[in-house]
């Protein structure tokens, strides 16, 4: 099926090689028997019907709408800080079991009065989460590359430390469609206040045919003047107007990017808009009749700057290595192609110089530690094969 090696082994290679991920919602990525267990108790207490919602967390293929309603019944379940704290920390854990290196997870930060939530409790939840995780070195810190998790009996070993797997987080602050440009603009604020903790860019997202461009355009521009990165939704719908307003716009990523005509892409080839690709997502969704009609193949043919993610690991029952493996297997990559798309990915990353050193020297390593484990890799030279890092901008 692909060169390089048999389906056993080019699996293991999707998984083995370090990767990034850039277009992953927090709860989006919330594993089913969380979420099932959250259920069973708002159940218990009366708050839900679990029998009503057993099957829709259950079931496994749904249209972008019926995702939308799911997404409304997360945020029911997901409603104190400590279900917030513990999501985040097993999302973590989920993408760093996956071999993934740095991780920019995103999320709306959401007011919730009757539980006493605010839109930086929420987001204090979250950064709690991330502390909270004890099995891993967890780097989210903008300001200085240490580890930001290392507890004090931990410091006392500190060589057992470093021997444990690290992944470098930073967040993106999600702007829903459903929102005002005044909520909009609190985002970014909030935003603001949170760059020592990691916060590094704002996204706009949420259900792509509710709102319109005008009401975000004044918080995406703030956002931009003060120095945040945004990436879009972009395109998810058919909406040539709004696809034209966001490319003007320049994002510095665009996600998704499923319904851009030939003179939309133009511009953003021009322009060098990295675009994160959601395999998976889009076919689950139906942007697509059959995944090898997927503009991933235009876009790889053609060099422009992507990077493939997951979207929502829960939602749609995938992981980082999946997408990686359903694009070599529908495309026909090699494990050199592979490695190379992910390496190519800490170019698009929002996170600055400093991690971006790190990574490539991370990527370096893990070159040179895959040839002894797998024969192809060592025939086709893999010690010596220097993926080369593309400077896009
Ligand atoms: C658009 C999406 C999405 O923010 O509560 N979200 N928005 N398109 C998608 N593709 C299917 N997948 C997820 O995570 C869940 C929220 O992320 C956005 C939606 O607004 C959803 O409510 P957070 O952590």
Redesign the pocket.
């Known amino acids: 099926m692909e060169r390089g090696g048999d389906v056993a082994e080019m699996k293991e290679w999707c998984r083995s090689i370090p990767k990034i991920e850039l277009h992953a ?4 990525c919330i594993r089913d028997s969380t979420l099932l267990e959250l259920a069973k108790v708002l159940g218990e207490k009366g708050i839900i019907n679990f029998a009503d919602v057993e099957h829709v967390i259950r079931k496994c293929g749904r249209s ?1 709408s019926e ?2 309603q799911l ?1 409304d019944l ?2 029911i379940l997901a409603t104190d800080h400590g279900t917030i704290s513990r999501i985040t920390k097993e999302v973590v854990e989920d993408f760093a079991a996956d071999e993934v290196v740095y991780l920019e997870l ?3 930060p959401k007011n919730n009065e009757t539980k006493g939530m605010t839109k930086r409790s929420y987001m204090k939840a979250v950064i709690d989460g991330l502390r909270s995780v004890d099995a891993l070195n967890v780097s989210f810190s903008n300001s200085s590359e240490r580890t930001e998790n290392i507890s004090s009996s931990t410091q006392n070993n500190y060589a057992n430390c470093m021997e444990r797997k690290t992944i470098h987080i930073r967040l993106l602050l ?1 702007i ?1 469609r459903r929102e005002t440009t005044i909520a909009a603009m609190e985002t970014v604020c909030l935003a603001l206040e949170l760059r020592e903790f990691g916060v590094v860019g704002i996204d706009l ?4 045919i509710v709102g319109e461009w005008k009401t975000f355009l004044p918080a995406l521009k703030y956002a931009k003047e003060q120095g945040l990165s945004v990436t879009l ?1 972009c395109g ?1 719908v058919s909406n040539k107007k709004e696809i034209q307003e966001m490319l003007d716009f320049v994002p510095e990523r665009i996600g998704h990017a499923c319904f851009l005509d030939k003179d939309d892409w133009e511009k953003a080839r021009v322009l060098q808009i990295p675009v994160e690709i959601c395999l998976t ?1 889009n076919l689950r ?1 139906e942007r697509l009749s059959t995944i090898d009609l997927h503009h991933f193949a235009n876009l790889h043919k053609g060099n422009h700057p992507l990077v493939l993610c997951t ?2 690991t829960g ?1 749609f029952s995938t992981t980082l290595s999946n997408e990686y493996y359903l694009a070599a297997a529908t495309f026909g990559l090699d494990q050199k192609d592979v490695l190379r798309l992910a390496t190519n990915a800490i170019e698009f990353v929002f996170g600055g110089s400093e991690v971006k050193k790190a990574l490539r020297g991370i990527f370096g390593d893990s070159a040179r530690k895959l040839a002894e484990v797998f024969p192809s890799w060592k025939s086709l030279g893999g010690e010596d094969v220097k993926v080369q890092i593309k400077s896009l901008r």
């Open positions: 919602h927090l709860n989006g972008l995702c939308f997404f997360f945020h995103r999320t709306t999600s829903d997202s949420g259900n792509p939704h998810e997502s969704t979207d929502d939602l």
